[in-house]
């Protein structure tokens, strides 16, 4: 998680756009993730990308990617109450079985 | 049709004790994995296995011990726990290489060590 870093909070209304960053260190991650956990539950993959991409849509999903900042980020359009949750940054790791490397998650409170 | 379950999905248990949680996944996937959550939500991984071979955190007790009898199960048992043995414990499971690289989650198993 060190390795990977996110603000913690983040609010805002209903309606408005959501953007959650990443910062990462490890430049040789292939697939770069985002994961959504809602209260008491868990993890639901949001959407990935590929490091040879800069932008991915999905719906109200858009994620972007700088590799030369090595900066990440999610943003949510129109985001609804039911988008309040925990979002996770991570990244396939190079070893230990490519498991995933998780930034310590950003709470998005949506407020109506 | 859950495609990676987890039991029990809560585990209640006095310190010293021995518990194993159960993961099973039915996507014919090659690779699995356990995840520790702690109270702060920090996610980290403590065990990959992949087709009989297991990889190792070392950071992470021997006290906790990966058993796989087969590709689609893979089982985390736990000798005399700790108080900061409590956490959620997530199993997830990725396909082989060379297809969408993607992990999925079971629901997790939440244990408090009383």
């Known amino acids: 998680g060190e390795d990977v870093e996110q603000s913690l909070f983040l609010s805002v209304r209903e309606g408005d756009s959501s953007v959650i960053n990443c910062t990462y260190t490890d430049s040789s991650s292939t697939y770069l993730y985002w994961y959504k956990q809602e209260p008491g539950a868990g993890l639901q993959l949001l959407t990935y990308i590929f490091s040879n991409m800069d932008m991915k849509q999905d719906q109200r999903l858009t994620v972007l990617l700088n590799k030369k900042d090595k900066h990440l980020s999610l943003r949510i359009a129109d985001t609804q109450t039911g988008d309040s949750a925990i979002y996770f940054c991570a990244l396939r790791g190079s070893n230990s079985g490519y498991a995933l490397n998780f930034g310590k998650g950003t709470s998005l409170l949506v407020t109506p | 049709d859950t495609a990676v379950s987890q039991t029990p999905k809560y585990l209640v248990t006095q310190m010293g004790n021995d518990k194993s949680i159960k993961c099973e996944q039915n996507?014919?996937?090659?690779?699995m994995y356990w995840y520790k959550q702690d109270s702060k939500k920090f996610l980290k991984i403590m065990f990959s296995?992949?087709?009989?071979?297991?990889?190792i955190n070392e950071t992470v007790p021997n006290r906790f011990s990966p058993k796989s009898p087969d590709k689609a199960h893979l089982n985390l048992h736990i000798n005399s726990l700790e108080l900061g043995d409590s956490a959620v414990y997530f199993c997830?499971?990725?396909?082989?290489?060379?297809?969408?690289?993607?992990?999925?989650f079971g629901p997790g198993t939440r244990l408090t060590v009383l």
């Open positions: 997830a499971s990725r396909p082989h290489e060379g297809s969408t690289d993607t992990q999925y």
């Open positions: 296995y992949n087709n009989k071979e297991l990889i």
């Open positions: 996507l014919g996937h090659d690779t």
